[in-house]
């Protein structure tokens, strides 16, 4: 974990060895010395503000980040950070609103750095029969959500490899971001119970993704997720922001949806 009142010296070198680099990998990837690397580490010399950028870009460092980096070495932050609601973020906004309401019947959501949804498009209400009202709370949590024991945990068929899958993706974030909640929430997610079969599924080599596999009612639904980012942003919010879409992965699945689906347009 980055501790934010450190010299920005010391920050850089946490960033450059939480991405396994030395300091001569990160000094030919930025064109510098390493012996002016060495003493921007140490604080022997300043960097400039286009250097602490430059360094940031070769680290890929998350812009949330760059701006910590900023004001420990005494300049302003200049990645603003804006709510999904702000004015100026109207476009951006529209934009999520289209992508989320063009996937219905399939499901949907808007989820933040912490993987808190801050946006849905509301479809299958029949997933989540059965989960604790506390976890439907605002803000909701999608990791808490998939694999709290009161959550969708039960219901899902293939917990193992989802549950796998879900942790990996948490694990990377914070190998990327050093980010103090992501390693909390992780810490929580892992102490859930795990599954007693941790075997591979059979035919598992035939497909082409690992699926998300789910009771609903008496239906099993089995639906592929895909992850979308925006692809140039500067606002910290946007740059955090992920559109996780399901589609189906098979044709029973969406002949399923279909009477699902069908079956709400009746009942309204």
Request: charged share 20%; proline share 8%.
């Amino acid at each position: 974990m980055l501790n934010r009142a450190q010299p920005v010296g010391e920050l850089l070198r946490g960033w450059r060895q939480r991405r396994r680099l030395s300091q001569l990998d990160l000094a030919c990837d930025a064109g510098i010395s390493t012996r002016h690397l060495s003493f921007v580490e140490t604080g022997r010399s300043h960097p400039s503000r286009d250097m602490l950028l430059h360094l940031s870009e070769q680290l890929e460092v998350p812009a949330r980040e760059r701006n910590v980096l900023l004001v420990a070495a005494g300049y302003a932050p200049i990645f603003p950070e804006r709510a999904l609601g702000d004015p100026a973020l109207a476009a951006a906004r529209h934009a999520v609103d289209l992508v989320l309401e063009r996937q219905k019947p399939y499901p949907a959501f808007a989820l933040d750095r912490h993987w808190n949804i801050v946006a849905s498009n509301a479809a299958l209400p029949e997933l989540y029969e059965g989960v604790a009202a506390d976890l439907l709370q605002p803000p909701v949590n999608a990791m808490h959500l998939s694999l709290h024991p009161s959550g969708l945990a039960p219901r899902i068929v293939n917990l193992p490899e989802w549950r796998a899958h879900l942790l990996h993706r948490l694990r990377r974030q914070v190998e990327l971001t050093a980010d103090p909640v992501l390693i909390e929430l992780l810490r929580e997610v892992n102490a859930y119970p795990a599954p007693a079969d941790k075997s591979p599924r059979p035919g598992i080599e035939h497909d082409i993704a690992v699926p998300f596999r789910i009771k609903a009612g008496a239906e099993v639904l089995s639906f592929l997720s895909t992850t979308t980012v925006f692809g140039t942003p500067v606002d910290v919010m946007l740059s955090e922001l992920a559109l996780e879409m399901f589609f189906a992965a098979d044709d029973e699945t969406a002949a399923a949806v279909q009477r699902m689906t069908a079956g709400i347009a009746r009942a309204n």
